[in-house]
Nanobody, 120 residues
Framework: VQLQAFGGGFVQPGGYLRLSCATSVRTFNNYFMGWVRQAPGKEREFVAAIRPSTSNADYADSVKGRFTISGDNAKNTIYLQMNSLKPEDTAAYYC??????????????WGQGTKVTVSS
């Protein structure tokens, strides 16, 4: 399963970024996909997930209302729109895919990370 993530960068608190993750049509149509993040010295944590075939989505409480996950069927790509960013959102963000239930928040495959830094 190939997952290519793009879009990390440096932004001031209150700013926004959009991450994208491209994959194969097979993965996009059959798996649920999402994002996990890992800050320095901390464990990896779930951020958001979507099942593109149904548009069902799930969010961690820490990002609910600020982040929006979406999918583009034509491009086999998911996006994570991150608004009102906070310094605590600083982390390496990993695109991931899972074969089970989206509500399990358990992924089976991970792509390379893209770094997000929120700082003044």
């Amino acid at each position: 399963v190939q997952l290519q993530a793009f879009g990390g960068g440096f932004v001031q608190p209150g700013g926004y970024l959009r991450l994208s993750c491209a994959t194969s049509v097979r993965t996009f149509n059959n798996y649920f996909m999402g994002w996990v993040r890992q800050a320095p010295g901390k464990e990896r944590e779930f951020v958001a997930a979507i099942r593109p075939s149904t548009s069902n989505a799930d969010y961690a409480d820490s990002v609910k209302g600020r982040f929006t996950i979406s999918g583009d069927n034509a491009k086999n790509t998911i996006y994570l729109q991150m608004n009102s960013l906070k310094p605590e959102d600083t982390a390496a963000y990993y695109c991931a895919a899972g074969t089970g239930s989206i509500w399990s928040r358990r992924f089976n495959y991970w792509g390379q990370g893209t770094k997000v830094t929120v700082s003044s």
